[in-house]
C-alpha cells in the first residue's frame, strides 16, 4: 500500500509537472506569436515610409523639370515677341493696330505662363515644406528599424529559450524514467522474492504433511497389540527399516483394512495426498521447457565454439600468408623492382583482414562468456527440488514421458543421419562435375596458345583454390565458374552459340572417347552443361560442321582423333611431369585484368554513349577572370547535383539516377553506376571505394571490381550484402517506414569512418566492419550538410549546419558508441538554413539560406566575419581555391564569387553557369562546379588572387559581364 501511494504521489507530481511545462511552453509559443506579428507590423510601416520617401524625391524631380521647361518656354516667347514686333517695324506695311493686336496675343502667351510658373513655385514651396519634414520620417524609419532588429533579436532569443526549456524537459522526463524504471525492478525483485519464499513455504508444508501423515499411518499401526506386533519387535532393526519404508507409501497410496486384536475388527482406511494426474503433466510440461532451454542454450553455445574455431583457422591462414608476403617482400627489396608497391596493398589488406578477424574473435568470446554465464544462473536448483518432490505416480508418469520423448529423438537423429549421408553423397558427385568442367575448360583454352589467355587462366584456377578471407567475395563454385567463363569468352572475342536440334557430346564421352568406356553411369544424366559453350562433335566422322560456324568456333572443333588422344588425358590426375603454368605477379595479374575488362566493355560502348570532357573555348573576358574555365564535362541527362574529385578521377552524382566516373587524365567517362531509387543527391570517394547517396540509402561501390555494389547502408543503421535496391527499376520517390531522407555523407581524413546526415542527426559507420557505431543528436531540424576534420589529438571534429539555422559541432573519439552530443553551438545563427559547409585551417566558413557567408574561428569558437548579403540567392556552395588564399562561393543564381579568406573581402565575380550551382569540389590544381544545366565545369585559378581585383573597376565590370 506504501509503495502504490507513492506511485501515486509521482503521478501527481509528474502531473503537475507536465501542466506547468504546458503552460509554460503554452506562453512562449504566444510571446514568439506577438513577436512575429509585431514585426510584421513594423516591416509594413517600414516599406511605407521608404515608398513615400521615394514618392517625395519623384514628385520634387518633377516639379524642378516643370519649372525649367516653363522658363525656358517664356524666355523664348519674349524672345520670338521681339523679334516679331522687330521685323513688323522694318516692313513697308507696318501698322500700329497690327503690332499692337501682335502685342496682346505674346502677352496673353506670357501672362499664362507666369500664371502656371506661380503654381509651380507654390508647389515647389510645399514640396520644400514637406523635405523639411522628412527628417522626422527619417528618424521614425530608423527607430522602427531598431525596433524590428531588437524584435528579432527577443524572436532568436525566445527560439533559444524554448530549446532550452525542451532540453530541461527532456532530460526531467528521462530523468523521471529512469526514476520509475528503477522502481519497476525493484518491485520486481520483491515479487521475484515473494514467489521464492511462497515456493519455500509450499515445499515446507509438503514435507510437514508427509511427516504427518508417517507418523499417524506409524500410530494407527502400533495401536493394536498383536502377536504380528511382537514378531514386528522380535525382527532385526534393517529388517524393521525395510518393512517401515515398504508399507509406509503404501499405506499412504492404497486403501486397506487393518485386523484386529481378536480378528474381528477391519478399519477402513482412506488414502492420503495422491497426486492427480493434471499436477504430473503440469510438471512433465515445466520439464520438458526446462530441458528445451538447455539444449538451445548449449547448441548456440556449440555454435559459437565452431565460428571460433572457424576464425582461429582463418587467422592462422592469414598469418601464414602475410609470413610469405614478408619474405616476397624482402626479396623484392633486395633484388629491387616496381612490385613493391603492390606487394604494399596486399600487406595492408592482409593487415587489415587480420584486425577484422581479430575483432570478431573477441566479439566471440565475450558473447560465449555471456552464455556461459547466463548457464551457470540457470535453474538448476528448481529442476532439482521438483524432481525430489515427485510422488511414485509422477515418477512413472515422468519417466514415461521421457522413455516416449528418447524414442522419437532417436528416430529423428536417424532420419538426420541418412539425410545427411544423401546430402554429402550429392556433394561428392557435384564436386566430381566440377572438377570435370574445370580440367575442360583449362584444356580448351589453352588450345589457343595464347599467353596471356593462360596466365589469366591459371591465376583464377589458383585463386578459386584458395581460400577467400573477406566475406564480400565469398561466392558459389557454379558461380565463380560462370562469371570466369563469361569474362574469358568476352576476352576471346567468343559468342554463345544459338541451339540447334544436334545431339551433343557430353563432358565423360569426352573424357573417356580414347578408350571406348562412355564413363561412368552417373555421367549420361546426373551432369550439367559444361560451363563454356563447347563446339559441337559430329556423331560420325562422316558428319559435316554445322553450318554458320565462325572461324573461331571451327578452331575449337577437334578432330576425332585429336580429341581421343588430348582429352583422354585430362581424366588422369595430375603428375609431377606435368608442366604448371607459373603463378604471374599481382601487377601482372592486374594488367591483364584491365586488359580483359577493356576488351569486355568495347561491345557495350558502342552502343550506349558515354560521356567526355570537352575543351572550353576561351575568351578575352574569360582570360583576364579570376577564374578560367578550361573544360566542362557533359553526359548527364538532368541536373548534377554533387561532385567529388581527385587529381585522377571525377565523380559526379545526378538527377537522373546515376554516379558518372570520369578519368581527368583521357577527359573520358569510364563507368556509369546506377541502380539508384531516385536523385543521386551525395557522392564520395575514398581507396578504391565510392559511396553514394539516394533517398535513405548509401550504395558501397569497388571501382576495381568492375563498379560491383558490395554493400547498402540504410539510414536506420541496417547492413544489406550486395544491392539492395537493384530489383526496383523505376524511380522511387517514398522512404520505407522508420527511415529519413539522408541529405549528405562525409569521410573522416583517415578514411576509416563514414557520418551520414539522417533527418535530425547524423549516423556514423565504421568502414573496416561496415557498423554503425552510434548517432550525432542535437538539432532540431534536419542536418543538411556537414564536414568533418581532424583535432590535434587525433578525435574527429564534426561540424553540422541544420535547417534550425543553427551550427554544431561534435566531438567524435576513436572507438565513440551510442548518443553523442553537441560539445558547442556556434552563435550567433543565420536568419536561415545552412547550405553549405568548409574548413580551412582553424577557420570554418558557413553559406546559409539567408544570402550570408560568416567565418568562424575553430580555436576560440567565435565568429569572425561575415557577409549579411554576399550573393542575391541562396548560398548553396562553398570551396577553397588552390594554391590562393581565397575562397569561392557559389549561389541558387548562377554566380560563382571570390572571397579573400582572411578578411573575405570580395575578389571579383562571374556568370559560372545559366541554373542553379548544386556542389563545389576542389583537387590539387582545379575546381569542379556542378549546376542544374546538366554539365560539370573544370575551373583554373589564375595566380593573381592578392586583392587588386578588387580595386580595379575596369577588371570587375569585365568579369562581371563575363
Not at 475388527?265 to 532451454?293: C, F, G, H, N, P
Not at 536448483?381 to 510422488?391: E, N, P, R, Y
Not at 581524413?749 to 542535437?778: C, E, H, Q
Amino acid at each position: 500500500e506504501e509503495e502504490e501511494e507513492e506511485e501515486d504521489m509521482e503521478g501527481d507530481e509528474s502531473s503537475e509537472d507536465s501542466d506547468s511545462e504546458l503552460d509554460e511552453k503554452a506562453n512562449f509559443q504566444a510571446d514568439l506569436a506577438n513577436i512575429t506579428c509585431e514585426i510584421a507590423i513594423k516591416q509594413k510601416l517600414i516599406d511605407e515610409l521608404e515608398n513615400s520617401q521615394r514618392r517625395l524625391h519623384t514628385l520634387k524631380q518633377n516639379y524642378e523639370q516643370k519649372l525649367m521647361m516653363l522658363q525656358t518656354k517664356i524666355r523664348d516667347t519674349q524672345i520670338e515677341r521681339d523679334r516679331v514686333l522687330q521685323n513688323m517695324g522694318s516692313m513697308e506695311t507696318y501698322s500700329e493696330d497690327k503690332a499692337n493686336k501682335v502685342k496682346a496675343e505674346y502677352e496673353k502667351k506670357l501672362s499664362q505662363m507666369n500664371k502656371e510658373m506661380h503654381k509651380l513655385h507654390t508647389a515647389q514651396k510645399e514640396h520644400a515644406r514637406l523635405l523639411k519634414n522628412q527628417s522626422q520620417y527619417e528618424k521614425q524609419l530608423k527607430k522602427l528599424q531598431q525596433e524590428v532588429m531588437e524584435m528579432k533579436k527577443t524572436k532568436v532569443r525566445l527560439m533559444k529559450q524554448m530549446r532550452e526549456e525542451q532540453e530541461k524537459n527532456r532530460m526531467a522526463e528521462s530523468r523521471r524514467n529512469r526514476e520509475i524504471a528503477t522502481l519497476k525492478k525493484g518491485q520486481r525483485k520483491q515479487e521475484h522474492q515473494l514467489r521464492l519464499l511462497e515456493a519455500q513455504k509450499r515445499q515446507q508444508e509438503l514435507v510437514l504433511r508427509r511427516k504427518t501423515e508417517e507418523v499417524s499411518a506409524l500410530r494407527r499401526q502400533v495401536r493394536p497389540a498383536s502377536g504380528k506386533v511382537s514378531r514386528k519387535l522380535s525382527l532385526p532393526e534393517p529388517m524393521q527399516d525395510g518393512l517401515h519404508s515398504a508399507r509406509a507409501p503404501v499405506g499412504r497410496m492404497h486403501s486397506g483394512y487393518t485386523p484386529a486384536a481378536n480378528g474381528t475388527r477391519k478399519y477402513q482406511r482412506k488414502a492420503v495426498s495422491v497426486y492427480s494426474t493434471r499436477a504430473a503433466r503440469m510438471k512433465w510440461q515445466s520439464l520438458e521447457r526446462s530441458i528445451s532451454d538447455i539444449i538451445m542454450q548449449r547448441m548456440t553455445i556449440a555454435n559459437m565454439e565452431a565460428d571460433m574455431n572457424r576464425l582461429l583457422k582463418q587467422r592462422e591462414v592469414l598469418t601464414k600468408r602475410r609470413e610469405k608476403l614478408l619474405k616476397k617482400k624482402d626479396r623484392c627489396a633486395s633484388e629491387g623492382g616496381d612490385a613493391e608497391k603492390v606487394l604494399n596493398e596486399e600487406m595492408e589488406s592482409l593487415i587489415a583482414n587480420i584486425d577484422y578477424v581479430n575483432d570478431s574473435i573477441s566479439e566471440c568470446q565475450a558473447n560465449i562468456m555471456q552464455m556461459e554465464e547466463a548457464k551457470e544462473e540457470g535453474d538448476a536448483v528448481d529442476i532439482a527440488a521438483m524432481m525430489s518432490s515427485c510422488t511414485l505416480i509422477e515418477a512413472r508418469f515422468l519417466l514415461d514421458h521421457f522413455l516416449s520423448m528418447a524414442i522419437n529423438k532417436g528416430l529423428q537423429a536417424a532420419q538426420k543421419d541418412s539425410q545427411i549421408k544423401v546430402m554429402e553423397g550429392r556433394l561428392k558427385q557435384i564436386e566430381i562435375q566440377s572438377d570435370t568442367q574445370n580440367q575442360l575448360l583449362f584444356h580448351m583454352l589453352k588450345e589457343k596458345a595464347d599467353p596471356e589467355l593462360n596466365a589469366l587462366l591459371s591465376n583464377a584456377l589458383q585463386e578459386n583454390a584458395d581460400e577467400s578471407s573477406s566475406d564480400e567475395s565469398a561466392q558459389s563454385p557454379a558461380t565463380e565458374g560462370s562469371s570466369l567463363a563469361d569474362d574469358l569468352m568476352k576476352l576471346c572475342g567468343e559468342t554463345k552459340p544459338k541451339k540447334a536440334r544436334r545431339r551433343t557430346t557430353t563432358q565423360m564421352e569426352l573424357l573417356y572417347v580414347q578408350s571406348g568406356d562412355p564413363g561412368p553411369d552417373a555421367a549420361s544424366g546426373d551432369f550439367s552443361a559444361p560451363i563454356l559453350p563447347i563446339a559441337e562433335a559430329p556423331e560420325s566422322r562422316g558428319e559435316e560442321e554445322p553450318a554458320g560456324a565462325t572461324a573461331r568456333e571451327k578452331d575449337l572443333l577437334p578432330s576425332p582423333s585429336g580429341a581421343s588422344s588430348k582429352l583422354g588425358s585430362i581424366s588422369r590426375p595430375n603428375t609431377g611431369a606435368e608442366k604448371r603454368v607459373p603463378e604471374p605477379s599481382p601487377l601482372t595479374r592486374r594488367k591483364m585484368y584491365e586488359k580483359a575488362q577493356l576488351a569486355a566493355d568495347k561491345s557495350k560502348s558502342k552502343d550506349v554513349k558515354q560521356g567526355v570532357i570537352n575543351p572550353f573555348p576561351s575568351s578575352k573576358s574569360n582570360r583576364i577572370s579570376p577564374l578560367q574555365c578550361v573544360h566542362v564535362a557533359e553526359g548527364h541527362t538532368k541536373a548534377v547535383l554533387c561532385v567529388d574529385s581527385t587529381d585522377d578521377l571525377l565523380f559526379t552524382g545526378s538527377k537522373d539516377r546515376t554516379c558518372k566516373v570520369w578519368n581527368l587524365v583521357t577527359g573520358q567517362e569510364i563507368m556509369s553506376l546506377g541502380g539508384h531509387p531516385n536523385n543521386v543527391v551525395s557522392v564520395k570517394y575514398c581507396s578504391s571505394l565510392v559511396f553514394t547517396v539516394s533517398t535513405s540509402y548509401i550504395k558501397v561501390w569497388d571501382i576495381r571490381d568492375s563498379a560491383k555494389c558490395i554493400r547498402t547502408l540504410t539510414s536506420s543503421g541496417q547492413v544489406t550484402p550486395g544491392d539492395a535496391c537493384a530489383a526496383s527499376t523505376n524511380r522511387t520517390v517514398t522512404i520505407p517506414a522508420g527511415e529519413n531522407q539522408i541529405n549528405q555523407i562525409a569521410l573522416n581524413p583517415t578514411g576509416t569512418f563514414l557520418y551520414a546526415s539522417a533527418g535530425n542527426a547524423v549516423r556514423m559507420w565504421d568502414l573496416k566492419r561496415f557498423i554503425s557505431t552510434g548517432k550525432l543528436t542535437g538539432h532540431v531540424g534536419p542536418v543538411m550538410c556537414l564536414t568533418v576534420d581532424q583535432s590535434g589529438n587525433g578525435q574527429d571534429l564534426i561540424i553540422t549546419g541544420s535547417k534550425d539555422h543553427y551550427i554544431k559541432m561534435f566531438d567524435v573519439s576513436e572507438g565513440a558508441l551510442g548518443t553523442v552530443t553537441p560539445t558547442f553551438n556556434f552563435e550567433p545563427p543565420h536568419y536561415d538554413g545552412i547550405e553549405s559547409l568548409v574548413i580551412q585551417g582553424d577557420s570554418l566558413f558557413s553559406g546559409s539560406r539567408d544570402n550570408g557567408i560568416k567565418k568562424w574561428d575553430l580555436s576560440r569558437k567565435e565568429l569572425l566575419q561575415q557577409v549579411p548579403n554576399a550573393h542575391r540567392d541562396w548560398v548553396c556552395a562553398l570551396g577553397l581555391v588552390p594554391g590562393n588564399p581565397a575562397l569561392l562561393s557559389g549561389c541558387r543564381g548562377g554566380v560563382l564569387k571570390l572571397w579573400h579568406s582572411d578578411s573575405l573581402t570580395p575578389l571579383g565575380e562571374l556568370k559560372g553557369h545559366e541554373s542553379p550551382i548544386n556542389g563545389i569540389s576542389t583537387n590539387s590544381s582545379h575546381v569542379f562546379t556542378a549546376a542544374d544545366d546538366r554539365t560539370v565545369k573544370i575551373w583554373r585559378a589564375r595566380g593573381m588572387l592578392d586583392g587588386q581585383v578588387a580595386d580595379t573597376p575596369d577588371a570587375t565590370d569585365d568579369v562581371g559581364s563575363n
